[in-house]
Nanobody, 130 residues
């Protein structure tokens, strides 16, 4: 069973930085997309960034240039470095994984659509105050 545990959230002033971590169980599949999502109060869950198992990254426009997704495969951990934080970034942040049947599927199926992802963690709260 896939397990995902997020950490690193907290309270930060606007302009500050946080690094979120997503520790995951060993995957039984070789090809996948791992993503970060967020949900603010009263809003729908939004895809923020994703990283494919073959090294491609994607970002929603609102975080481009400020957030960076990366992975430490030796420690089964994915990170989301968040810089220049804004109050609009306040949300519960979740990591999620979308297994793929093959690497060939990644180019066509990788997305930031939350319903495409099969497994989610419990989330970590990020609060940015002005």
């Amino acid at each position: 069973e896939v397990q995902l545990v997020e950490s690193g959230g907290g309270l930060v002033q606007a302009g500050g930085s946080l690094r979120l971590s997503c520790a995951h169980s060993e995957f039984t599949f070789d090809d996948y997309v791992i993503g970060w999502f967020r949900q603010a109060p009263g809003k729908e869950r939004e895809g923020v960034s994703c990283l494919t198992s073959n090294g491609y990254t994607y970002y929603v426009d609102s975080v481009k240039g400020r957030f960076t997704i990366s992975s430490d495969n030796a420690h089964n951990t994915v990170y989301l470095q968040m810089n220049s934080l804004k109050p609009a970034d306040t949300a519960v942040y979740y990591c999620a994984v979308m297994p793929m049947e093959s690497s060939a599927e990644i180019a066509t199926l990788a997305s930031l659509l939350d319903y495409e992802y099969d497994y989610y963690g419990q989330g970590t709260q990020v609060t940015v105050v002005s």
